[in-house]
């Protein structure tokens, strides 16, 4: 039968409905994603261990991506639309970086290592039980952001680092008509470290056009002894000199209250919505020492930030100092911000080099 129904904003509500939408897929062992084509390698990293097995046996699960180099991972014509990314990498997560371009823009509207844009700017493993993003046992990064896109898809990852890298990768999508007023996903990194005296961190700027803002990440590393998260975070919409939406403090936003406390020490938590999925200490006991370093998400699922014109959004590194004063911080702070917008992309920032980009 023919249906009109395009497949997209899939749940429970609408799943039972047919759509004449093609699925497909792309892994190592099928890399263009055609159908029939899967299985079918008679070379790759697994090709030993299925000596004995032969074709169909698991002879390419994965590719090695050597150092300084780009791997395209899809490269898919359109219309339609990214509906879940699974990777999990052996190497730096840091210095692999993640690029989608959309509809032939020699400008990637997602540029952001790795773990990052899973939430898991820091490295160790933490179980994220989000809507958009899941990070299941042992860094396995899930990605449920829908991605429509008109004429082409194209997903790059590079390697920075001076050590070859294994990635497991599959993205799974369908071949679809889009809706006129489909937006076009985007995720931007961003660090700074560290953060300059009385100066509120950049999430994102100089974004153009219009859209919707629907998330942040941020691994935050603090380098003063103290509670850290005091601070506001700022949307100006469409050119404002100040901002229509302001909220009252870090741990607010990323909906906790009260430093994350529970019986004095911090609560990891991880929900659909919002999350701190990890908390380092460097001595595993004090709470407020030095040198901690957090993990948090928000995503702006069901209360998306809208603009017409353009977006600006900061978020102040606020502690406390003697006499019941405000002590800005100079903190290590990166960031991922989320947003869909029409095309084209504004050019992002240079991404800082791998000395810059470096945890350590």
Partial sequence: MTSNFDGLGLNLGNLYRLSDAQSRSISAENPTGEPGKGALATEGLGADAARDLGTGWKVSPAVSIKAGTTFEVADIEGPGSIQQIWMTPAGEIRFLILRIYWDDQEQPSVETPLGDFFASGWGPFAQISSLPVCVNPRNGFNCYWQMPFRRRCRITVENLSEKDSVLFYQVNYQLTQVPEDAAYFHAQFRRTNP????????????????????????????????????????????????????????????????????????????????????????????PNAAQSRFSLYRWHITDPIRFRDGLRVTMQALGWRTGTRYLPLQDDIASVAYWYQALPTAAFPELPDRDYLEII
């Fill in 195 to 286: 953060l300059p005296y009385k100066q509120d961190y950049t999430i994102v700027d100089g974004i153009s056009g219009s859209g919707h803002f629907v998330g942040t990440y941020v691994a935050w590393g603090v380098n003063n002894n103290g509670w850290w998260g005091e601070g506001e975070l700022k949307w100006f919409i469409d050119g404002e000199d100040a901002p229509t939406i302001c909220g009252t403090g870090t741990e607010d936003y990323f909906c906790g209250a009260w430093a994350f406390h529970v019986d004095g020490n911090y609560q990891t938590f991880t929900t659909p919505y919002a999350g701190m999925p990890l908390v380092v200490m460097p001595d595993g006991k004090d």
